[in-house]
C-alpha cells in the first residue's frame, strides 16, 4: 500500500475518536441520548421486525427516530424495515382496529392517548387513535427501553390530563430572549422563512419526546410587528415545521395593535373598528397558518397597553380577540399578571381583585393565564389565589422553567419539586382535596379548555438550557403538563437514565442531589417565607437592602419589612389581609401563627426576631442556620459530583462540575449578604454553626453586575 494512504488508514480513525467525544457529549441530544443498551438482546429482536401501518409526515418521523434510537442502542449498524407482515413482526404500531383488539379494549385513548401492549408471543404493540398517539407511544416505548424497564403485564396506558401543553418564550424579534439565561434565542426571524435551521426540527422532536403540543414563539411583552405579513410567513415556516410533531403555534398579540400597525385612533375593545380590525387580522393569520393556536396576551401589566387604559376590564379586553378567533377554532390565553403601576395595596391582592369579579364573563374561548403565586416566581411561593376561586372561567397555570428568580443559569434547582408543591397544594375550595392539580386538569369545576404553560429555558447554548441539568426541568414540566400527579422522583430517576446512565451508584446520590435542590435554593436565598430580596432588575443575587425605587413593589423592604421589630410582610387581617382571599381553613391555618407551616411564616406575617419556631429557636437563629444549611448542601453537591467522574463523559462532568462550583460559591454570598443585612434588626450574634461571613455588608451592597444576560 502506498504509505500516505497507510499512514491516512493509520490516522483517520485516530483522528475520528478524537474528535467525535468533543461533538457527541455537549448535551445536544438532551434525555434523547440513545445510549447502547446495558443487555440489548430482546429489544434488538424486537426492533429487528417492525410494523408501521399508515404513511404521514408524523409517521415518517416515528419512523425516523426509531432508527436514532437502535443506531444508538445496539452496537452494530442497524437499518431497519418497517413492512413486516402482521404474523412475523414483533413490534408493531398501528391505530386500533376493531377486528385486531380484544373487544374489552373499548376505552377512548382521546385525540393524543396510547397504549402498550405485549401478546403472548412477546410481540410488541403500540396502539392509539391518532398518528400523533403513535408517536408519543413509540417515544414512551423507547424511553423504557433505555430506561432498562419492560412493559407491565397489564399493559401501559397514557392519556394526557391537561389538553394543551405549552412552552410560552420570552424571545424578542431581535433574538434577545427575556428572562434567557441559555444564550440568544432558537428564533433566527432574519433567515426566516426560507431557511429552515435544523434546530427547529430538534426543538420539535424534544417536545414532542415529552408529550408538549403548543408554543408561544414570542415575548408576552409583545411586538406588533409579529402580526404583519412580513412576520407571519416566518411564523408559518415555524408552524409548518412544527405541524407533524404535534405541536400548534400561538403568538402573543400587542394589545395596541390595532392602532400601531392599523394607524387607527385607539384600540379600544367595545369600539367597533377595532373589533373589526382583529376580526380582519385573524383571518389573515389564519390564511398563513390554517391550525393557527391563537393568542397570549399580557395587558395592563408593567407597561403593556390593555383594556385598562379605556376604562373597560380584562373580559372586555379578552373577548374582543376571543371574539375574532373563534370563527377559526383559536383560543386566548390572558395573563392574570395584571397589578398596577402606583402600588396602591399589596401587590400580592390584585390580580384576584381584577379577575374574580370577573368569573363568568369570558367567552367560552378564552383561558386565564395565572402564575403560580401571587407575586412574581418566587423561589417559593404560596399558591396564587386565584386557583379555586373562579369556577366558571378556565383557568390555567403558567410556570417559570427558565429561572429568573432561582440562580438564572448556574444554580441546579430541580423544579418539578416546586411545581409539584404547588399542584398538590389544596385551595379547600370544594372541601379538602381541591387541590391546585384538579382546578387545572379542569375535574374541579368540569372546565372545558385546560392548559398548562412554562416559560422556557431553552436558547442557542449547545445544550439547549445552559446548564445540563435544567435541561431536567424542560423535561419535567412536560411530564407534569402531561400528567400533573407525575412525581417529582419519577421524573428524576426518568431523566437521569436517558440522559446519563442507568447505574444505581450514578442514579442514588444524583437523584438525592436534585431532590432536594429546590429546599437547598430556597434555604441559601429565601428562608422561612422571604422573598422578592433579589438585586435590582436583573435578579441576579441577593439585594435585601433595595429600596427607595420608582415603584415600591420592585423593592426588596417592600417585601420584608424588615426593622428592629421584626421581619416579614403581615398579609393577615391586622395588615393587607390578602389571607382573606383563600379559602376559611387556610386562613385559619396560614393566620395563626402557631399553625402556619413556617416555609410561609414571613410570607404572611410580621414576626419578632426572637419568636420561637419549632425548633426551639429563635427567627433569628433559624434564619441564620436555614442559610447555612443551604450552603452546606451546595458544597456537599460538589463533592458528590467529584466523586461520580467515572459514570460521566468527561464534558459533560466537568461543565455541571463547574456549575455547581459556582453554585455554592454564590450560595456563600446569598448567606452572607443576607444575613449581614437581616442582622443589622436582629441585632443578635450569629448562632453556633453559622460561618462567619469573610466581607462586610457594604463589600456585598457594592456589588455591581452591569451585563446580566436576560434583562
Ligand atoms: O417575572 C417578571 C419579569 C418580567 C416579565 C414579567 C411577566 C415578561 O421580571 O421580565 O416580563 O414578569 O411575567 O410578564
Redesign the pocket.
Known amino acids: 500500500m502506498n504509505p500516505y494512504l497507510r499512514l491516512l488508514t493509520f490516522l483517520i480513525p485516530l483522528l475520528l475518536q478524537g474528535i467525535s467525544p468533543l461533538f457527541s457529549k455537549d448535551g445536544y441530544k438532551l434525555w434523547l441520548q440513545y445510549h447502547p443498551l446495558e443487555s440489548p438482546q430482546k429489544v434488538q429482536r424486537l426492533m429487528g421486525a417492525i410494523r408501521v401501518e399508515g404513511d404521514s409526515p408524523t409517521l415518517a418521523i416515528l419512523k425516523k427516530e426509531l432508527q436514532l434510537a437502535a443506531n444508538g442502542f445496539f452496537d452494530e449498524n442497524h437499518p431497519l424495515a418497517f413492512d413486516y407482515q402482521e404474523e412475523s413482526a414483533r413490534l408493531i404500531i398501528s391505530k386500533r382496529s376493531p377486528q385486531r383488539w380484544d373487544p374489552a379494549d373499548k376505552g377512548s385513548l382521546g385525540r393524543e392517548g396510547f397504549r402498550l401492549l405485549q401478546n403472548d408471543a412477546g410481540a410488541i404493540w403500540i396502539a392509539a387513535d391518532t398518528d400523533i398517539g403513535l408517536l408519543y407511544g413509540t417515544f414512551k416505548w423507547l424511553q423504557l427501553m433505555q430506561a432498562g424497564q419492560s412493559i407491565p403485564a397489564a399493559g401501559f396506558h397514557s392519556e394526557p390530563k391537561i389538553q394543551r401543553r405549552i412552552l410560552n418564550h ?1 424571545d424578542n424579534l431581535n433574538r434577545t430572549v ?2 434567557g439565561y441559555a444564550g440568544a434565542s432558537i428564533w433566527n426571524w432574519h433567515r426566516l422563512p426560507d431557511h429552515i435551521d435544523q434546530q427547529y426540527h430538534d426543538y420539535a422532536r424534544a417536545n414532542a419526546s415529552i408529550g408538549i403540543n403548543g408554543t408561544v414563539v414570542t ?3 409583545a411586538n406588533a410587528l409579529v402580526l404583519t405579513p412580513e412576520y407571519l410567513e416566518k411564523a408559518a415556516a415555524l408552524a409548518d415545521v412544527f405541524r407533524p410533531y404535534g405541536i400548534t403555534l400561538y403568538l402573543t398579540a400587542r394589545f395596541s395593535a390595532p392602532m400601531e400597525l392599523g394607524r387607527l385612533p385607539t384600540a379600544d375593545p367595545l369600539d367597533p373598528e377595532v373589533q373589526e380590525w382583529w376580526k380582519k387580522k385573524a383571518e389573515e393569520i389564519y390564511q398563513y397558518i390554517p391550525d393557527f393556536g391563537g393568542f397570549l396576551v ?1 395587558a395592563d ?2 407597561g ?1 397597553p390593555g383594556p385598562h387604559n379605556y376604562q373597560r376590564s380584562q373580559a372586555d379586553g379578552a373577548n374582543l380577540l376571543a371574539d375574532a378567533l373563534k370563527p377559526h377554532g383559536g383560543i386566548v390565553m390572558w ?1 392574570a ?1 395584571v397589578y398596577s403601576e402606583d402600588t396602591p395595596d399589596d401587590r400580592a391582592k390584585q390580580a384576584y381583585q381584577e379577575f374574580q369579579p370577573y368569573d363568568g364573563s369570558f367567552r367560552d374561548n378564552v383561558i386565564v393565564q395565572v ?1 403560580n403565586g401571587a407575586i ?2 418566587q423561589p417559593r411561593e404560596p399558591f396564587h389565589p386565584l386557583f379555586g376561586a373562579m369556577p366558571q372561567t378556565p383557568l390555567m397555570m ?1 410556570f ?1 422553567i427558565t429561572q ?2 432561582l440562580g438564572q443559569a448556574t444554580h441546579h434547582v430541580f423544579l418539578p419539586s416546586l411545581y409539584t408543591e404547588v399542584l398538590q397544594s389544596d385551595t379547600y375550595v370544594n372541601g379538602p382535596g381541591s387541590t391546585v392539580s384538579k382546578v387545572i386538569d379542569g375535574s374541579l369545576h368540569g372546565y372545558s379548555l385546560t392548559a398548562m404553560a412554562g ?1 422556557a429555558n431553552i436558547g442557542t447554548d449547545r445544550n439547549w438550557t445552559g446548564h445540563h441539568f435544567h435541561q431536567a426541568n424542560w423535561f419535567g414540566y412536560g411530564r407534569l403538563a402531561w400528567d400533573p400527579q407525575t412525581s417529582p422522583e419519577t421524573i428524576a430517576d426518568e431523566w437521569l437514565r436517558l440522559t446519563f446512565t442507568n447505574a444505581p451508584e450514578f442514579i442514588k446520590p444524583v437523584k438525592k442531589m436534585m431532590l432536594q435542590s429546590h429546599e437547598m435554593a430556597v434555604n441559601y436565598m429565601t428562608p422561612l417565607g422571604l422573598h422578592h430580596i433579589m438585586a435590582w432588575s436583573h ?1 441576579y443575587g441577593p439585594g435585601p437592602w433595595v429600596t427607595d425605587r420608582h415603584r415600591d413593589d420592585w423593592t426588596a423592604t417592600y417585601y420584608h419589612k424588615a426593622s428592629e421589630n421584626g421581619v416579614g410582610f403581615d398579609r393577615t387581617a391586622s395588615g393587607s389581609n390578602a389571607l382573606e382571599q383563600y379559602a376559611p381553613e387556610l386562613q385559619e391555618k396560614w393566620g395563626n401563627l402557631q399553625q402556619i407551616p413556617e416555609k410561609y411564616l414571613l410570607w404572611f406575617h410580621h414576626v419578632r426576631w426572637d419568636h420561637p419556631l419549632k425548633s426551639g429557636r429563635t427567627l433569628w437563629d433559624e434564619m441564620a442556620l436555614r442559610y447555612q444549611k443551604g450552603v452546606d448542601e451546595a458544597r456537599e453537591n460538589v463533592a458528590t459530583w467529584q466523586n461520580l467522574q467515572s459514570h460521566v463523559d468527561e464534558e459533560r462532568h466537568a461543565h455541571v462540575l463547574s456549575f455547581l462550583k459556582i453554585q455554592a460559591k454564590e450560595a456563600v454570598w446569598w448567606k452572607d449578604a443576607c444575613l449581614l443585612y437581616f442582622q443589622q434588626f436582629a441585632q443578635s450574634p450569629l448562632p453556633d454553626g453559622v460561618e462567619p461571613p469573610e466581607k462586610n455588608l457594604e463589600y456585598f451592597m457594592g456589588i455591581r453586575h452591569r451585563y446580566v444576560p ?1 434583562n
Open positions: 420570552w427575556e428572562r415575548n408576552v411583552n399580557k401589566s408593567e403593556q395573563r399578571f402564575k412574581d416566581f403558567e417559570q429568573e428568580y416559560v435578579h436576560g
